[in-house]
């Protein structure tokens, strides 16, 4: 993926993946991925980020002003994207559902409140 210069970074929300692990590889530039909730700055000539599926919050933003170039591999490879699309579409569905029945999600998972 080339991303321009562009006066707003680029930004792909947290999210996980059912049935792939992703491997990020940044090219040119530096990106921020967001892993479990760190942030971590991935620039060109580190090694791969690796992400495991399930379980692995995770994102990515760049950086004002700045062009990057990195890639994304998918192992096992397949149309996982077209099925992350059929998730999404079903919590979305139960999502709404549950909000007719269940207590809102808490703000914070912090014992303290």
């Known amino acids: 993926m080339h991303l321009r210069r562009r006066r707003k970074p680029f930004n792909i929300p947290v999210h996980w993946h059912k049935h792939h692990d992703e491997y990020i590889t940044v090219v040119e530039g530096r990106i921020t991925a967001t892993l479990d909730g760190k942030d971590m700055i991935v620039k060109a000539g580190d090694p791969p980020l690796i992400i495991p599926r399930l379980h692995h919050l995770h994102g990515?933003?760049?950086?004002?002003?700045?062009?990057?170039?990195?890639?994304?591999?998918?192992?096992?490879?397949?149309?996982?994207?077209?099925?992350?699309?059929?998730?999404?579409?079903?919590?979305?569905?139960?999502?709404?559902?549950?909000?007719?029945?269940?207590d809102p999600a808490p703000k914070s998972f912090d014992k303290a409140q």
């Open 60 to 102: 990515f933003h760049g950086f004002p002003g700045e062009s990057c170039v990195f890639e994304e591999r998918n192992l096992p490879p397949g149309d996982w994207k077209v099925l992350k699309v059929f998730d999404q579409l079903l919590v979305l569905i139960f999502g709404v559902i549950a909000k007719l029945f269940c």
